[in-house]
């Protein structure tokens, strides 16, 4: 893998290439727009219990951290959004601290730890409102069964600073308002814009399979979205991902 300090120094030198007005995207817009595209929340606990629950105050304050440097943010028709530009690197003078993530599949602590709650439903909300996806790391694991997922297996992204990121372009006709506030119990976010833009949009799986290669099981699936008018007709069906994990549970034991 290459130096971290390699990576940055590439990906910054990308960074004006992305149709990306710094200045403009750095001032947030702290009223909401009138239209929320689509929203979705997401816990803060995905378990009652926990192994260690200061890591996991950790990640509930890292999340808020995150999602109140995110807040608010436009994106311009044609501009392209980067977490790793908005956040930077996670750091305790940014009000980062330990807290709970995972590596391989098993519980760890680092700084910042627990912000892919907020890139996985910033992606959610991304493929939900139409916005292209320019970068989007997998997770590479299917942590648990389907018990109490709301949406797809495979509807999240990962970031690691700054080897993995989340790049999100604009490519409507009319700016977007990034919103995301935590309350007790949830992550909750908006894209938000002017007007109803006349369509909505619905998520669908493709091609869902789990398949066992010696002991291993994977799953596999396509994420497709689809446009809808407003008296329901729809307008047109793209895929938007493609997902292939390695599941930590037996599928045939797991009900």
């Known amino acids: ?86 956040i930077g690197i996670p750091s305790r003078t940014k009000g980062f601290v330990e807290g ?37 790391h997998r997770h590479g694991l299917d942590l648990f069964p389907d018990h109490g997922r709301s949406v797809p297996f495979g509807c999240g992204a990962t970031i690691f600073f700054p080897y993995a990121d989340l790049k999100i372009r604009n490519p409507h006709n009319f700016p977007v308002r990034i919103s995301l506030e935590v309350n007790e119990t949830h992550l909750v976010g908006q894209i938000q814009c002017d007007t ?26 396509r994420i497709c979205r689809q446009y809808f008018d407003p008296n329901g007709e729809m307008l047109r069906e793209e895929e938007v991902v493609h997902n292939v994990g390695k599941c930590l549970y037996d599928p045939e034991s797991s009900g």
């Open 1 to 86: 893998m290459a130096s971290a300090t390699k990576v940055l120094l590439v990906r910054i030198a990308r960074w004006p290439s992305c149709a990306w007005n710094w200045r403009h995207c750095a001032n947030t817009h702290n009223e909401p727009l009138a239209f929320p595209i689509t929203e979705h929340q997401t816990p803060l606990r995905r378990s009652a219990v926990v192994k260690d629950e200061n890591l996991q105050r950790g990640k509930e304050t890292n999340v808020k951290v995150a999602a109140s440097r995110l807040n608010g943010i436009i994106i311009t028709p044609g501009e392209t959004f980067s977490y790793h530009r908005s």
């Open 100 to 136: 709970l993530e995972l590596r391989s599949g098993h519980e760890a602590s680092g700084i910042g730890g627990g912000c892919c709650s907020v890139s996985n439903l910033l992606f959610l909300l991304a493929i939900k409102s139409g916005l292209e996806i320019v970068e989007r």
């Open 196 to 221: 109803d833009p006349g369509w909505r949009v619905d998520l669908v799986e493709r091609d869902h399979k789990f398949e066992k290669k010696g002991e291993i099981w994977t799953r596999e699936n």
